[in-house]
C-alpha cells in the first residue's frame, strides 16, 4: 500500500501563489504515476495535474494549463504542486493520488481558498 500526506494548502488572495506538497511513503516501488485532483464544493471531483513515474510524461487540466506546475523529488519521495496566479474557482480540497500496480491511493487533502 501506499500512503499519501498531503499539505501546504491555505488562504491567498486573488494573484497569488501557493505550493502544495505530498509525502509518500510504503510501496512504492510499483507506483506508476502521481498526480492531484481537487473538489469544489458542491461539484464533482476533477482531474488537475498527473506525472508519469517512467518517463516523467506529464499532463493538466486545461484549466489550470500555463498556471500550475507537477514536479517531484524521488529523493524525497515527494511530489508538488506549484500553483500561481490563482483564481477563486481554483478554491477547493485538493487531493494528492497515486497508481501502485493498478490501484489507486489518495491523501487526507488540504483545502486551498482563494479570495477574491
Known amino acids: 500500500q501506499v500512503q499519501l500526506v498531503e499539505s501546504g494548502g491555505g488562504l491567498v488572495q486573488t494573484g497569488g501563489s501557493l505550493r502544495l506538497s505530498c509525502a509518500a511513503s510504503?510501496?512504492?516501488?510499483?507506483?506508476?504515476?502521481m498526480g492531484w485532483e481537487r473538489q469544489a464544493p458542491g461539484k464533482q471531483r476533477e482531474f488537475v495535474a498527473r506525472?508519469?513515474?517512467?518517463?516523467?510524461?506529464?499532463a493538466y487540466a486545461d484549466s489550470v494549463k500555463g498556471r500550475f506546475t507537477i514536479s517531484r523529488d524521488n529523493a524525497k519521495n515527494t511530489l508538488y504542486l506549484q500553483m500561481t496566479s490563482l483564481k477563486p474557482e481554483d478554491t477547493a480540497y485538493y487531493y494528492c493520488?497515486?497508481?501502485?500496480?493498478?490501484?489507486?491511493?489518495w491523501g487526507q487533502g488540504t483545502q486551498v481558498t482563494i479570495s477574491s
Open positions: 493520488y497515486s497508481v501502485s500496480g493498478g490501484a489507486y491511493y
Open positions: 510504503g510501496s512504492l516501488s510499483r507506483v506508476s504515476s
Open positions: 506525472i508519469m513515474q517512467y518517463g516523467g510524461s506529464i
